[in-house]
Nanobody, 114 residues
Framework: QVQPVESGGGLVQAGGSLRLSCSAS????????MAWYRQAPGKEREWVAS???????NYADSVKGRFTISRDNAKNTLYLQMNNLKPEDTAFYYC????????WGQGTQVTVSS
Protein backbone atom coordinates (compact mmCIF):
# COMPACT_ATOMS: atom_id res chain seq x y z
CA GLN A 1 0.00 0.00 0.00
CA VAL A 2 1.20 3.50 -0.78
CA GLN A 3 1.80 5.71 2.22
CA PRO A 4 -0.39 8.76 2.93
CA VAL A 5 0.75 12.20 1.79
CA GLU A 6 0.32 15.02 4.29
CA SER A 7 0.42 18.74 3.47
CA GLY A 8 -0.51 22.15 4.83
CA GLY A 9 2.00 22.59 7.62
CA GLY A 10 4.02 25.71 8.21
CA LEU A 11 5.19 28.34 10.63
CA VAL A 12 2.49 30.23 12.50
CA GLN A 13 2.31 32.46 15.54
CA ALA A 14 0.55 31.34 18.69
CA GLY A 15 -3.18 31.87 18.32
CA GLY A 16 -3.05 31.30 14.58
CA SER A 17 -4.63 28.63 12.43
CA LEU A 18 -3.59 26.00 9.91
CA ARG A 19 -5.47 23.42 7.89
CA LEU A 20 -3.74 20.14 7.22
CA SER A 21 -4.70 17.77 4.41
CA CYS A 22 -3.88 14.13 3.84
CA SER A 23 -4.36 12.18 0.64
CA ALA A 24 -4.48 8.42 1.08
CA SER A 25 -5.03 5.41 -1.12
CA UNK A 26 -8.39 3.72 -1.25
CA UNK A 27 -6.86 0.71 0.49
CA UNK A 28 -5.98 2.85 3.49
CA UNK A 29 -8.94 5.22 3.48
CA UNK A 30 -12.11 3.56 2.25
CA UNK A 31 -14.32 2.24 5.04
CA UNK A 32 -11.65 2.77 7.69
CA UNK A 33 -11.48 4.99 10.72
CA MET A 34 -8.73 7.52 10.09
CA ALA A 35 -6.61 9.55 12.47
CA TRP A 36 -4.10 12.32 12.82
CA TYR A 37 -0.98 11.72 14.87
CA ARG A 38 1.91 13.99 15.78
CA GLN A 39 5.47 13.63 16.94
CA ALA A 40 7.30 16.44 18.68
CA PRO A 41 11.11 16.52 18.84
CA GLY A 42 12.39 13.98 21.33
CA LYS A 43 8.94 12.56 22.02
CA GLU A 44 6.91 9.51 21.01
CA ARG A 45 4.34 9.78 18.26
CA GLU A 46 0.91 10.42 19.78
CA TRP A 47 -2.67 10.22 18.62
CA VAL A 48 -4.36 13.60 18.11
CA ALA A 49 -7.80 12.95 16.65
CA SER A 50 -9.74 10.29 14.81
CA UNK A 51 -12.84 9.98 12.65
CA UNK A 52 -14.87 6.90 11.77
CA UNK A 53 -16.08 6.03 8.29
CA UNK A 54 -19.44 7.60 9.21
CA UNK A 55 -17.74 10.73 10.64
CA UNK A 56 -17.93 10.13 14.38
CA UNK A 57 -14.99 12.00 15.91
CA ASN A 58 -12.74 11.82 18.95
CA TYR A 59 -10.00 14.15 20.17
CA ALA A 60 -7.09 14.12 22.57
CA ASP A 61 -7.79 16.33 25.56
CA SER A 62 -4.89 18.60 24.60
CA VAL A 63 -6.58 19.64 21.32
CA LYS A 64 -10.28 19.32 22.15
CA GLY A 65 -12.15 22.49 21.27
CA ARG A 66 -9.31 23.78 19.07
CA PHE A 67 -8.87 21.13 16.37
CA THR A 68 -11.50 19.69 14.02
CA ILE A 69 -10.99 16.51 12.02
CA SER A 70 -13.02 15.83 8.89
CA ARG A 71 -12.94 13.62 5.83
CA ASP A 72 -14.02 13.67 2.19
CA ASN A 73 -14.73 10.07 1.27
CA ALA A 74 -15.12 10.87 -2.43
CA LYS A 75 -11.57 12.25 -2.52
CA ASN A 76 -9.93 9.84 -0.03
CA THR A 77 -8.79 12.96 1.84
CA LEU A 78 -8.51 13.67 5.54
CA TYR A 79 -8.37 17.16 7.04
CA LEU A 80 -7.36 18.72 10.32
CA GLN A 81 -8.42 22.30 11.02
CA MET A 82 -6.22 23.66 13.79
CA ASN A 83 -7.25 26.88 15.52
CA ASN A 84 -5.78 28.78 18.47
CA LEU A 85 -2.47 27.03 17.98
CA LYS A 86 -0.04 26.86 20.89
CA PRO A 87 3.75 26.40 20.95
CA GLU A 88 3.21 22.91 22.39
CA ASP A 89 1.43 21.95 19.15
CA THR A 90 4.78 22.14 17.36
CA ALA A 91 5.41 18.73 15.79
CA PHE A 92 5.39 16.68 12.64
CA TYR A 93 1.82 15.69 11.85
CA TYR A 94 0.93 12.40 10.20
CA CYS A 95 -2.29 10.79 9.08
CA UNK A 96 -3.06 7.08 8.91
CA UNK A 97 -5.73 4.54 9.58
CA UNK A 98 -6.67 4.30 13.24
CA UNK A 99 -6.53 0.49 13.42
CA UNK A 100 -4.35 -2.10 11.77
CA UNK A 101 -1.02 -2.04 10.05
CA UNK A 102 0.36 1.41 9.26
CA UNK A 103 2.79 2.60 6.63
CA TRP A 104 3.84 6.11 7.58
CA GLY A 105 4.26 9.02 5.20
CA GLN A 106 6.69 11.91 5.47
CA GLY A 107 4.38 14.01 7.60
CA THR A 108 3.98 17.78 7.52
CA GLN A 109 5.80 20.06 9.92
CA VAL A 110 3.90 22.50 12.10
CA THR A 111 5.85 25.11 14.03
CA VAL A 112 4.09 27.48 16.40
CA SER A 113 6.07 30.43 17.66
CA SER A 114 5.31 32.17 20.94
Amino acid sequence: QVQPVESGGGLVQAGGSLRLSCSASTTIFSGNSMAWYRQAPGKEREWVASISSYSSTNYADSVKGRFTISRDNAKNTLYLQMNNLKPEDTAFYYCNRLFGRKTWGQGTQVTVSS
